[in-house]
């Protein structure tokens, strides 16, 4: 089993940016595809980014496309969520999640399997 713990949140003003990671333990992520999810006050939770094993593929969800970027260094068993031009919209808890590396990435929450505590961005207007 995979324990994930995010950090890198905090409060920045819009425009600004910041760097999630994700940090693994008991096991190796390069044995699983990963993504980043993230849920506002009294919103459903929402499909942030997505990467495979091999990081050969990167999706993301149209509200962040061209201002995040996720990536994975599987040496280090860490994934990021790089976040630039942050908007107040944006502001949510992110949370990372992992699955099995054979079923690929998804954007769907119920397709993952271990899941990270989270990590609070609030970005201000």
């Known amino acids: 089993q995979v324990q994930l713990v995010e950090s890198g949140g905090g409060l920045v003003q819009a425009g600004g940016s910041l760097r999630l990671s994700c940090a693994a333990s008991?096991?190796?992520?390069?044995?699983?595809?990963m993504g980043w999810f993230r849920q506002a006050p009294g919103k459903e939770r929402e499909f942030v980014a997505a990467?495979?094993?091999?990081?050969?593929?990167?999706y993301y969800a149209d509200s962040v496309k061209g201002r995040f970027t996720i990536s994975r260094d599987n040496a280090k068993n860490t994934v990021y969520l790089q976040m630039n031009s942050l908007k107040p919209e944006d502001t949510a808890v992110y949370v990372c999640?992992?699955?099995?590396?054979?079923?690929?990435?998804?954007?769907?929450?119920?397709?993952?399997?271990?899941w990270g505590r989270g990590t609070q961005v609030t970005v201000s207007s």
């Open positions: 008991g096991r190796t992520i390069s044995n699983y595809a």
């Open positions: 990467i495979t094993w091999t990081a050969g593929n990167t």
């Open positions: 999640a992992a699955r099995p590396r054979q079923y690929g990435a998804s954007s769907r929450s119920s397709e993952y399997d271990y």
